[in-house]
């Protein structure tokens, strides 16, 4: 389904409230990059002009992220770049891949310039990023997956499961980090288990751990209840 004014309009509101939970910006990868902002909308006119300057249309998600959600910040990786600020050197050119390809050993391979596509996003370790622009999929999401250029999903697509994956893991984790900060609780769970819980610290982070519990993930021989609060990153 295409993402209209009002999915980034709600979404807005769903990045404030992961800020308020993740407010240190330690749970969830790329947080301590983009920190949760809101940048400012982009005003219909300064995207006129950019698709007049580089005779492109914007596709339409993007243009209505840009619109009702603001020029990037929070998302997937490290943040959307600022569409403020972004380069847009090439994008008036056309993009031909319909599907993922291996990078050409030629150098001199114009594949190599990224006609058409808009560098939006990181992971780091050259994981970039862009947006198809001009070509025969526009608002299709690429990426640099090593030996070759992949194809993804849509911008809206990219974006939406970015943004549910991290909504559900921040919920789970506060969830898990009460029960776990309930005294009554771990009582339960160790009668019931008939085991003595362990309280452990790691990275100034507090873990509970129940050992010989059945069905719990094994980490070298003991058992870490339901999962380890704090240690993964949420992505």
């Known amino acids: 389904m295409t993402k209209d004014a009002a999915y980034w309009i709600e ?6 409230e992961m800020r308020r939970i993740d407010s240190r910006h330690e749970l969830v990868f790329g947080s301590n990059g983009h920190k949760y902002q809101l940048l400012k909308l982009v005003s219909e ?24 959600f603001g020029a990037g910040g929070a998302g997937p990786g490290y943040g959307v770049y600022d569409f403020r600020k972004v380069d847009s050197a090439g994008v008036e050119g056309r993009f031909h891949l319909t599907d993922s390809q291996e990078w050409p050993d030629d150098d001199d391979d114009p594949l190599w310039d990224l006609p058409g596509l808009l560098d939006i996003s990181t992971s780091g370790c050259s ?33 939406g499961q970015w943004l549910d994956r991290v909504e559900w893991g921040l919920q789970k984790h506060k969830i898990i980090a009460d029960m776990i900060a309930s ?28 050992e010989g519990i059945p069905g719990c993930y094994q980490a070298n021989g003991n058992c870490i209840w339901s999962y380890d609060v704090g240690t993964s990153w949420i992505a």
């Not at 979404?11 to 404030?16: D, F, G, S, T």
């Not at 947006?131 to 999401?141: A, D, F, S, V």
């Not at 769970?189 to 873990?207: K, Q, S």
């Open 183 to 210: 005294e009554a609780k771990i009582s339960e769970i160790a009668t019931a288990c008939g085991v003595e819980p362990r309280e452990f610290t790691r990275d100034g982070l507090a873990y509970l751990r129940f």
């Open 45 to 68: 006119e300064r995207l006129s002009d950019f698709e007049l300057k580089n005779d492109v249309q914007i596709p339409a998600e993007y243009r209505s992220f840009l619109t009702s």
């Open 127 to 159: 994981h970039d990023w862009w947006i198809e622009i001009n070509g025969p999929q526009p608002g299709t999401m690429w990426v640099n997956a090593g030996d070759r250029l992949l194809r993804s999903d849509s911008f809206g697509t990219w974006y």
């Open 11 to 16: 979404a807005r509101q769903r990045v404030i």
